[in-house]
Nanobody, 125 residues
């Protein structure tokens, strides 16, 4: 499966951005689509994930209440709505997908076997 992430850009503190992740190729309704981010000099960290089948979502504590993940199964697309952004949200954001992610491993990058290219989000103060 191929993943195409888009929507990054420059936003001021407190602003909003919406990222999208479009999947193509051998897609499946059993996919979990996750968003991860990596800031300069830091490890890749989990942001949010959603199960296409049922829509169960998962969030990192650092983004709960500010970010919302959603999906459109018909178009194999997931979005990440980012509100009330902070400077520490600045990072390259990656979307990832897998059919075999178990709930307890949703936040682990190694649980995902398909990755899109990153999209840069810069939050300026």
């Amino acid at each position: 499966v191929q993943l195409q992430a888009s929507g990054g850009g420059l936003v001021q503190v407190g602003g909003s951005l919406r990222l999208s992740c479009a999947a193509s190729g051998r897609t499946s309704s059993r996919f979990v689509i996750g968003w991860f981010r990596q800031a300069p000099g830091k490890e890749r960290e989990f942001v949010a994930a959603i199960r296409l089948n049922g829509g169960t979502s998962y969030y990192a504590d650092s983004v709960k209440g500010r970010f919302a993940i959603s999906r459109d199964n018909a178009h194999n697309t997931a979005w990440l709505q980012m509100n009330s952004q902070k400077p520490e949200d600045t990072a390259v954001y990656y979307c990832a997908a897998s059919q075999t992610v178990i709930t307890s491993a949703t936040m682990r990058p190694e649980s995902y076997d398909s990755w899109g290219q990153g999209t840069l989000v810069t939050v300026s103060s």
